[in-house]
């Protein structure tokens, strides 16, 4: 049995991380309002926009269409959206996960795979491997302070710009959706090239394949409004992510107090037997000193 004194330093220790994790799961709740309130803003009009993109980019030729250009796949970019920070239990995991077996999958078909680290932990994690392209941008863990879309817009130009003059043949993004405060979707989604709608027999998406009345140009729907779409999803991603990241946190930590609330009431348990036993020991000396004096 551990000693009193070990047993009182393993209590203060584990109390002062309960309490760590107790202001951490605080600290991520308020984010996570912040954060919530701006993807459920968003997700409605990005989700719309990009059903219409679909929809445009199907409907232009091979010559208009820069962006949905379906060419032979050698060379694909995977975008790593993840956080800066950790403690948000299995989070950033399971988006390199996601992206192991991806890649693994495409080099076993003969194709080059490059990562786009957005989140220092992505970069912590591919700076040294194979799939680490020395041109590409490193300052991805940047987006995260002050996250809007004028930091993220340029990103977007970025990855079009490597799809459009030939760099890669298709851009994913691999990144963890926010459905509620406990549960996190990790999603792999076609960035580039815009992917045409999906087959369906249904009504519903019959009637969202229309032929759209394109005002005041074709040249200039391309132009504009497509590129402003695809950034819009971007940041889409990104504020999926960022909701994700603080929900995954605070459950963790919600996790971890709890843990550290168990294990107290075992040590104190642990405590009082071994206070209990040094007293017991403590008599027994002193009753028999008082019996040998007797003696």
């Known amino acids: 049995m551990p000693s009193l004194k070990e047993v009182r330093s393993r209590i203060v220790s584990v109390n002062s991380t309960k309490q760590i994790t107790a202001a951490m799961k605080m600290v991520s709740a308020a984010k996570l309002r912040r954060a919530q309130d701006a993807i459920t803003r968003m997700r409605p009009y990005a989700e719309k926009l990009q059903q219409i993109l679909s929809n445009v980019s199907a409907s232009l030729d091979s010559s208009e269409g820069k962006y949905s250009q379906q060419r032979e796949v050698k060379k694909v970019l995977m975008v790593a959206i993840v956080s800066n920070r950790g403690l948000a239990g299995a989070f950033n995991t399971q988006v390199f996960r996601q992206i192991r077996r991806t890649a693994t999958q495409l080099e076993s078909e003969g194709k080059t795979v490059h990562i786009l680290p957005l989140g220092k932990k992505a970069m912590d994690a591919y700076r040294r491997t194979k799939y680490f392209n020395a041109d590409l941008p490193t300052d991805g863990a940047s987006l995260y302070d002050g996250l809007s879309f004028d930091k993220v817009a340029p990103k977007a130009e ?48 019959s009637a969202s394949k229309v032929d759209y009345i394109m005002e005041p140009s074709r040249e200039e729907i391309v132009e504009n409004i497509i590129p402003k779409s695809l950034k819009i999803q971007l940041y889409k991603a990104m504020l999926d992510s960022n909701a994700a990241e603080h929900g995954a946190r605070m459950t963790a930590m919600h996790k971890a107090t709890d843990n550290a609330d168990s294990l107290l009431k075992g040590l104190k348990l642990t405590y009082n037997k071994a206070r209990q036993a040094s007293i017991t020991n403590e008599i027994l000396e002193i009753v028999g000193g008082a019996e040998a004096l007797k003696g």
């Open 158 to 205: 970025l990855l079009m710009e490597l799809f459009a003059n030939g760099t890669y043949d298709q851009i994913v993004l691999v990144y963890n959706k926010f459905k509620n405060a406990a549960v996190q979707i990790l999603s792999e989604e076609q960035y580039l090239p815009v992917a045409p709608p999906k087959a369906d027999a249904s009504a519903k998406a």
